[in-house]
């Protein structure tokens, strides 16, 4: 790798504009992120702690949990603390961490969506050979494998991205370190590898989209056969969201990567960035707890539980209270 050690820091210039403008984007940020840290939360703590969803819909669910919550942490609280301070400066090896975790966490992400996908196939269009199909070793393989190749991808591309040499500017029109920006004010002329890499990927993401949609092509297809109206309708409730997240994540992040660097806005890269880092997050916990009957089941019974050992234990001690002073 050649000596990158000419620029020790990076200026992301993130969202300008006057200080209420920016306190406003950080408290929006804030709200979102901290209802996905909770949503999330709760998803991955029912998830474990309830035996009736220890299936693989909820294995896979709780890791996407988890992506989430990476994607989020990865990027947050570093534009959060930015804009309140109005210090814009991220280290060198902040920016090489960032780097890593963002496409760490959308590479899992989207496969894990596309194993759902494969999931609800399975459990809709072969309903009597489901567990079989989908049994815990196979699942657990797959996720395994999900999580290996998206931090393999990732430490390509930071050797791509990080090999280049930064020695003149160090401003990134973005409010994280973002390889395309970074690419974009790298004083190296070669950067061929990183593009293809970025291309590679594209061709990746494209092949799980196209897994994706001809999984629902399936699965819809089964759905019009069912007789049952309330049975459809709940079909199309479970699987609907699940594609319009995918079709989302993909899309924006497609259009982010793909764009000309230097012939775009930096209000086009925010918004865009903004989407697929902020918005699959945050809409995943509502879709697949809230609108899940067996998740909002377990919520209440875990909330009844709680209130319940804490009555008997308030109950306990002002009787204890009462005795003595009878006494």
Partial sequence: MKNISVVAEFLLLGFSGPSRLQFLQS???????????????????????????????????????????????????????????HINSISFSGCVMQVFLVPFATVAELFLLTEMSIDRYAAICHPLHYELIMNRGLCVHMVTL??????????????????????????????????????????????????????????????????????????????????????RSKAYSTCLPHLVVVVLFLSTAFIAYLKPILGSTWVTDHVLSSFYILLPPSLNPIIYSLRNKAMRATLEKLITKKLWVKGISFFSKNKGILFLRFV
């Avoid at 804030?30 to 035996?51: F, R």
């Avoid at 890791?63 to 959060?80: A, Q």
């Avoid at 050797?159 to 973002?178: H, K, M, R, V």
């Avoid at 092949?207 to 399936?218: A, E, N």
């Fill in 27 to 85: 408290g929006i940020f804030v709200v979102i992120y901290l209802l996905a840290l909770v949503g999330n939360g709760l998803i991955v703590t029912i998830a474990s702690l309830d035996p009736c969803l220890r299936t693989p819909m909820y294995f896979f669910l709780k890791n996407l949990s988890l992506s989430d919550v990476c994607l989020m942490s990865s990027t947050v609280p570093k534009t959060v603390a930015n804009s309140l301070t």
């Fill in 146 to 231: 999900s999580w290996l190749s998206s931090g393999l991808i990732s430490i390509i591309h930071i050797a791509g991205t990080f090999s280049l040499t930064y020695c003149g500017p160090n401003e990134i029109q973005q409010f994280f370190c973002d390889i395309p920006q970074l690419l974009a004010i790298t004083c190296s002329e070669n950067v061929t590898a990183e593009i293809v890499l970025i291309l590679i990927n594209a061709v990746l993401d494209l092949c799980c989209f196209i897994c994706i949609i001809i999984s629902y092509i399936y699965i819809f297809s089964t759905v019009r056969k069912i007789p049952s109206t309330e049975g």
